[in-house]
């Protein structure tokens, strides 16, 4: 079956600090992998995506995510993080059938704090 | 850029009442549009795809009597909580896809907060 796991249900990090969140899938097709970023009353925003090749893409506001297809995971990352990035992060995977577009498998999320 | 609206942004309803939810795309056309649903602590769940000018196609589980989907245009789709009931309190999103565009381009709207009493 298809699915998205998020470890981490709540992260807390200094500002300044570096961060990692954890997102393992497990996909018969090859994934599409996102990321995605809600903050309270907002929609979500896509912050980066990895389709093919370069397995290490870069996203907006300094985030970027690794896909590592050995250990099925897509980790988002930031080398320092800003008071501002506080939200609920979302990894999703896709994938396009025959040429239609597909819906997302989201993960759970995490709610990652930052403090001063 | 491309945005998505909803509307309303939250509704407080009473037991048994019915509500509508729209969703719009204020600047592009889309042919596909989803409707998830997103439960406290819980991830985004696909309720239904939502196809321009055809029937919505729902996911298991999902009641299509209770939740009525139409997409009348290429840039409305509605969702409507039929006899909705407590159970039914969740935060709904809808997300469009640009005509001839792919999942990589998902736009998604800022949901609805629908309670009911």
């Known amino acids: 079956a298809q699915s998205v796991t998020q470890p981490d249900i709540h992260i807390t990090v200094s500002e300044g600090a570096s961060l990692e969140l954890r997102c393992n899938y497990s996909?018969?097709?090859?994934?599409?992998l996102f990321w995605y970023v809600q903050s309270p009353g907002q929609g979500l925003q896509l912050l980066l995506k990895?389709?093919?090749?370069?397995?290490l893409v870069q996203g907006i506001k300094g985030f970027e995510a690794e896909f590592k297809r050995s250990q099925s995971s897509f980790n988002l990352r930031k080398p320092s993080v800003h008071w501002s990035d506080a939200a609920e992060y979302f990894c999703?995977?896709?994938?396009?059938?025959?040429?239609?577009?597909?819906?997302?498998?989201f993960g759970k999320g995490t709610k990652l704090s930052v403090k001063p | 850029g491309a945005v998505v609206s909803q509307h309303p942004s939250r509704v407080i309803c009473k037991s048994g009442t019915s509500v509508k939810i729209e969703c719009r795309s204020l600047?592009?056309?889309?042919?596909?549009m989803f409707w998830y649903r997103q439960f406290p602590k819980k991830s985004l769940m696909l309720m239904a795809t939502?196809?321009?000018?055809?029937?919505?196609?729902?996911e298991q589980g999902v009641e299509k009597d209770k939740f009525l989907i139409n997409h009348a245009s290429l840039t409305l789709s509605t969702l409507t909580v039929t006899s909705a009931h407590p159970e039914d309190s969740s935060f709904y999103i809808c997300?469009?896809?640009?005509?001839?565009?792919?999942?990589?381009?998902?736009?998604f709207g800022p949901g609805t907060r629908l309670t009911v009493l």
């Open positions: 997300s469009a896809i640009p005509q001839g565009g792919w999942t990589d381009t998902q736009y």
């Open positions: 990895y389709f093919s090749g370069d397995t």
């Open positions: 939502s196809n321009e000018g055809s029937k919505a196609t729902y």
């Open positions: 999703a995977v896709g994938a396009r059938y025959g040429g239609s577009q597909g819906n997302l498998i």
């Open positions: 996909y018969g097709a090859t994934p599409y």
């Open positions: 600047d592009f056309q889309a042919t596909t």
